[in-house]
């Protein structure tokens, strides 16, 4: 009998924001229960960390160097979904908040049942809730703006309206309901999307409170940054600030509130998903995960884009029902990426994968089985807020090796002596040699690419970087 699956996907959420991760303060009861009976991820990642890429990755289980969605720009999904192949297999298919940012954005992409609550998308479902509720609010933008917030930045502030229509609250409840209207005689493929943790900052007021009364920890700052070059400002974009003091403090509790408002609504979310399976007899697969990280004044970095582990490292557990033998409470090191999703679910309901995937399936790691998954993982990103910020890199779960295209220069970074790659070993003359291999790896990798990356087995910069392939790649 095919597994149910509920996929919960936070918008933005850094890998380590989770308390079995060992984070000094956030509390994610839930998430760590949820660790507990099933398989932390502690290395997982988005190859193109911003949200359409990552989200046209985890729908399609295609990487970007094969579909050619390097950066932030969309195009139209011709390849199988995986909605689409669950709901012709038989699935009954449900999106519940934020959509997954494709084109057209009225397209469902295998969704047989979409509630929409994208948070700063005026007119959508929970917009016109929000104003039949509270119809001086003016809807979610102007309530926003009010309030001194932004979609994109550090401004943070609590919730101004009654905690019961928050949309992380809104969600849920849709998600439960959905739950409840959807009959059990077939399966269920449930994703229930959040736009928090992403800006805007506004978590109800006491969880608000309560992390700006914490021990907050510091932003990683690396030995290769220019910190005087940095403006407590920020830049233009908002993607470069020294972020300190209290515009730190009230940036960091808006997002840990955000994210301890999420683990406490889908507790009992997660309960409900888990019984109705059970009394249907059916077994069922909980998926946690986010489509990139923030950076959250990390090396002077705030949103995303970025191969550090703020931007690109994103939380992934997978928990089972008992039948599927999933090794409860285990931990996988190895890189895994959002396209391994599609194999996976698709493997664990019996169903073949399409042609040209490049996921892996996780199954053997979700049993225990001593797996080496992928050598390496590839990920990268196109120009996004500027030239400079463009990136290739290539990690092995223990070294992170990036290349800027723009000029050429490179990093490399111990993850496991350095986990918050704060030396960058290739500043030095005693990782020449690891340079030279991760350079080679990389040359191979992007050989042929219409970027022009590569030529006479050499890497090479200042190559424009569009966003889209104007053609697939080969692999």
């Not at 924001?17 to 949820?34: F, I, K, S």
């Not at 959509?99 to 959508?124: I, K």
Request: hydrophobic residues 40%; aromatic residues 8%; charged residues 25%.
């Amino acid at each position: 009998m095919k597994p149910d699956v509920l996929l919960v996907m936070p918008d933005q959420m850094r890998g380590d924001c989770v308390g079995a991760c060992g984070h000094p303060v956030l509390r994610t009861p839930t998430l760590d229960a949820l660790a507990a009976r099933g398989v932390l991820f502690r290395r997982a990642y988005a190859t193109v960390p911003s949200c359409i890429p990552a989200r046209f990755a985890l729908l399609t289980g295609r990487s970007p160097q094969s579909s050619g969605v390097v950066g932030f720009k969309a195009r139209p999904i011709t390849e199988p979904t995986l909605p689409a192949v669950l709901a012709a297999a038989g699935y009954s298919t449900a999106l519940v908040g934020r959509y997954m940012h494709q084109v057209p954005a009225d397209e469902p992409y295998g969704y047989q049942r979409r509630v929409l609550g994208s948070t700063y998308v005026a007119g959508d479902d929970y917009d016109r809730a929000l104003r039949a509720a509270a119809p001086d609010s003016g809807g979610i933008r102007a309530l926003v703006e009010r309030t001194g917030l932004t979609f994109n930045h550090w401004q943070a502030a609590p919730w101004p309206l009654d905690d019961a229509l928050h949309p992380t609250e809104w969600i849920v409840r849709n998600a439960r309901a959905t739950l409840d209207d959807t009959p059990a005689d077939r399966p269920l493929f449930l994703t229930v999307s959040f736009y928090a943790p992403h800006p805007p900052l506004f978590p109800p007021r006491a969880l608000f409170e309560r992390y700006l009364a914490a021990d907050l920890p510091e932003p990683a700052m690396g030995d290769w940054v220019d910190v005087a070059a940095l403006s407590p400002d920020g830049d233009r974009s908002g993607h470069r600030i020294r972020l300190e003091g209290e515009r730190l403090r009230r940036a960091q509790a808006g997002y840990f509130g955000l994210i301890d408002q999420i683990d406490t609504a889908i507790g009992p979310l997660i309960g409900a998903f888990i019984a109705r399976s059970e009394a249907a007899g059916r077994e069922w697969v909980v998926v946690f995960t986010s489509d990139h990280g923030e950076s959250l004044g990390d090396h002077g970095y705030f949103r995303k884009c970025e191969p550090y582990e703020g931007s690109a490292n994103i939380p992934m557990i997978v928990a089972g029902s008992a039948g599927l033998g999933f090794a409860e409470g285990s931990r996988c090191d190895r890189p895994v990426a959002l396209e391994d999703l599609l194999p996976t679910l698709l493997g664990l309901a019996g169903l073949a994968v399409p042609a040209d995937v490049d996921g892996v399936d996780l199954a053997p790691a979700l049993r225990g089985a001593p797996a080496e998954l992928r050598p390496w993982l590839h990920f990268e990103h196109a120009d996004c807020y500027s030239r400079a910020q463009a990136f290739q890199a290539l990690t092995d779960g223990r070294f992170k090796y990036v290349w800027r295209p723009v000029d050429g220069s490179e990093q490399l970074f111990d993850l496991v002596a350095d986990p918050r790659e704060e030396r960058d070993l290739a500043r030095g003359d005693e990782h020449v040699d690891d340079l030279a291999r991760w350079r080679a790896v990389l040359v191979e990798r992007l050989r042929g690419r219409p970027e022009g990356f590569v030529a006479a087995d050499h890497l090479v910069a200042g190559r424009r970087y569009p966003p889209l392939f104007p053609q697939p790649a080969g692999r």
